[in-house]
């Protein structure tokens, strides 16, 4: 299995910044994309932003040239600086991978538990 764990979360007034991680472990072979989902209360899942191994990346509009994400490959590290935060960002950001297990032969995608972002207007 492969765990995430996301850290980073708070609460940042409007305007301000926020860099949230996602580590990843287990008993990885190998991952591809990984990414992050918001959910804010009453509302669906959204997809915020995903990144390959080989570092391409994808945005949201609603996100587009405020959030910036990033990896580290090596160490299966999942991060996403978060600036010009708006009071419409509060939600729990969940990271997720699409990864390879040792013990099995296809691949699976895997969820964080998430980290709440709050912005205060």
């Known amino acids: 299995q492969v765990q995430l764990v996301e850290s980073g979360g708070g609460l940042v007034q409007t305007g301000g910044s926020l860099r949230l991680s996602c580590a990843a472990s287990?008993?990885?072979?190998?991952?591809?994309?990984m990414g992050w989902f918001r959910q804010a209360p009453g509302k669906q899942r959204e997809f915020m932003t995903s990144?390959?191994?080989?570092?391409?990346?994808n945005y949201a509009d609603s996100v587009k040239g405020r959030f910036t994400i990033s990896r580290d490959t090596v160490k299966n590290t999942l991060f996403l600086q978060m600036n010009s935060l708006k009071p419409e960002d509060t939600a729990v950001y969940l990271c997720?991978?699409?990864?390879?297990?040792?013990?099995?032969?296809?691949?699976?995608?895997?969820w964080g538990q998430g980290t709440q972002v709050t912005v205060s207007s």
């Open positions: 287990g008993s990885i072979s190998s991952i591809t994309v």
């Open positions: 997720y991978a699409n990864a390879r297990t040792t013990t099995a032969t296809g691949w699976s995608t895997f």
């Open positions: 990144i390959t191994s080989s570092g391409n990346t």
